[in-house]
């Protein structure tokens, strides 16, 4: 046992830095909540197909990624989710030098994605929408459905 022990304390110090602290803390990959109005529409993801919203999807935290939702009758939407250098980067430069942040920098533990959560709002085909200085959104639209409630009218003056 007495032999042992430094055995052991010498291998994890030559291991520690071969480790960056991203990659340990956080992981390669990041959870990612993908959601739409109206829901049930098919999302993809750098043109692969992972499900319908609401979903959340593991994404490589290493790469940018392309969201695509979409919704038969509705106006496709699409983001794009990027990659920022995480704040572990300084643990790396402190603790794990330049070994540990290569390791993460390959691994994609250096990274996190932006935004976080993914809502689409999906428009009717035709349809346009603008926002106007007050957070008030316009929608106009070429043809009424019937399913809608009216809540008011615009006169001209």
């Known amino acids: 046992m007495r032999r042992a022990l430094p055995l052991l304390a010498a291998t994890t110090l030559a291991v520690l830095p071969l480790t960056g602290c991203g990659t340990i803390l956080h992981g390669t990959k990041q959870s990612l909540g993908i959601s739409s109005n109206p829901t049930d529409a098919v999302v993809t ?3 692969v197909e992972i499900g319908k919203t609401p979903v959340v999807a593991s994404l490589k935290r290493k790469q940018n990624h392309i969201i695509r939702i979409a919704l038969q009758g509705y106006a ?8 920022k250098v995480s704040g572990w980067v300084w643990g790396n430069i402190v603790f794990g030098g330049v070994i540990g942040l290569a390791v993460d920098a390959i691994s994609g533990g250096l990274y996190v994605l932006t935004p976080e959560q993914v809502t689409g709002q999906l428009l009717k085909q035709g349809a346009s ?4 200085a007050n ?3 316009v929608v106009l639209v070429r043809q009424v459905d019937a399913n809608w409630t009216k809540i008011g009218e615009l006169e001209r003056e």
């Open 45 to 47: 993801i750098d043109s």
């Open 135 to 137: 957070g008030v959104y």
């Open 76 to 83: 496709p939407f699409e983001a794009t989710v990027t990659r």
């Open 129 to 132: 929408i603008a926002q106007s």
